[in-house]
């Protein structure tokens, strides 16, 4: 699974993602310097990781990763095919989130396609295109449907009354995400749908350097994060020239650089944790003196299927989950004593899995 970084152009999004990934994309001051979408696998920074390193002295520690696609700026018209945008259009199909970069700084020196800085306008400029875009889907979707209710088979029909009800809110500018739907039969009719606006969005708001430390006062900020209240959606202020800069730092450096700057940690690193969040995914662990490692599954998945992701004999021939909670292991102090507190539980094919469960699995094939 991925996440797009889309936004206008020139709003800082190759800048985050050469932050993210350090693979040194081009980031020039023009619009469509991106064409192809780049791509880089990013870890994911997880605290937990080096505490059960701490307690395994692991040979390795090996971190969850996620994906991020950064996808060429988009420009009003592109749903039409303005600024390839048909290209990026598709760019934005094969991602499983979105990750909206929004310029919320004033710089003479920058460009900003529509002359003047206004995230909420900026915003609607994209969303908007989505959904022109879904619009068409739908309208090819339903016009095919509509032939197959001749049947009268009423699965067909139900769908024709979902695919109109989502055609009516995209016509009155209400993205998939915000709308809501009887059952799970129908979410999993619309996930079918491939739709652009259904897909989670996260805000990263671009700002100035000297606005890290005050950006609540920010009042570009502010009218972005009102709008993304509105559709239950997150805003992360961050400065992507200086997430930069600490990307180009070796580790000893960024402790120096950030204490200096007045700030914990990277802004990248709560982007990255988020983004794996809205992805939907949850970590789980195994901990022993080989490796120290965290999995990522989707929420609700059960044991075996957890354990599948290690290796589809351990799904094959699943016969129980030995599962401790990260923080009961942490207060026990190690595996043995958590054990021997009766800590580590038992747990079957049904289990479903906790973000920071820390795992033994038995099989037999």
């Given at each position: 699974m991925q996440a797009g970084i889309v936004g206008l152009p020139n709003v800082g999004k190759s800048t985050l993602f050469n932050a993210l990934t350090k693979v040194g994309v081009s980031a020039e001051n023009y619009p469509f310097c991106t064409i192809e979408p780049n791509v880089g696998v990013v870890d994911v920074p997880d605290h937990r990781l080096q505490?059960?390193?701490?307690?395994e002295h692991p040979q390795k520690i090996i971190h969850a990763t996620v994906e991020f696609v950064d996808i060429a700026g988009l420009v009003r018209g592109a749903s039409k095919g303005e600024g390839l945008g048909n290209k990026f259009l598709s760019h934005i199909r094969n991602v499983d989130a979105i990750i909206h970069v929004v310029r919320c700084f004033e710089d003479e020196n920058i460009i900003h396609v529509d002359t003047t800085i206004d995230p909420v306008r900026d915003v609607e400029t994209i969303s908007l295109e989505l959904i022109f875009a879904d619009l068409e889907?739908?309208?090819r979707r339903l016009e095919r449907t509509k032939k197959m209710t001749k049947s009268g088979d009423r699965t067909y029909i139900k769908q024709v009354e979902i695919l109109e009800r989502i055609k009516d809110e995209l016509e009155n500018g209400i993205p998939v995400r915000k709308m809501s739907f009887d059952n799970n039969e129908e979410m999993e009719f619309v996930k079918t749908l491939d739709l652009l606006t259904y897909k989670p969005v996260l805000y990263v708001a671009n700002i100035n350097e000297d606005e890290i430390l005050d950006s609540e006062n920010n009042k570009y900020i502010n009218s972005l994060k009102q709008?993304?209240?509105r559709e239950g959606s997150e805003v992360i202020p961050i400065c992507a020239k200086i997430e930069a800069e600490i990307a180009d730092l070796e580790d000893s450096e960024k402790l120096a650089f950030l204490k200096d700057i007045g700030i914990e940690e990277p802004g990248l690193n709560k982007l990255i944790r988020k983004a794996y969040q809205i992805l939907g995914y949850i970590t789980f662990?195994?901990?022993?003196p080989k490796e120290v490692r965290a999995w990522t599954i989707v929420k609700n998945t059960k044991a075996p299927q957890a354990a599948g992701k290690i290796h589809s004999d351990f799904e094959r021939g699943f016969i129980r989950a030995e599962v401790?909670?990260?923080?009961?292991?942490?207060?026990a102090g190690s595996q043995i004593r958590a054990r021997e507190l009766g800590l580590i539980r038992s747990e079957g094919k049904e289990y479903i899995m906790q973000d920071g469960d820390v795992v033994v699995f038995r099989f037999n094939v």
């Open positions: 505490i059960l390193a701490d307690m889907t739908i309208e709008y993304a209240e662990f195994t901990a022993g401790v909670s990260f923080d009961d292991l942490v207060h």
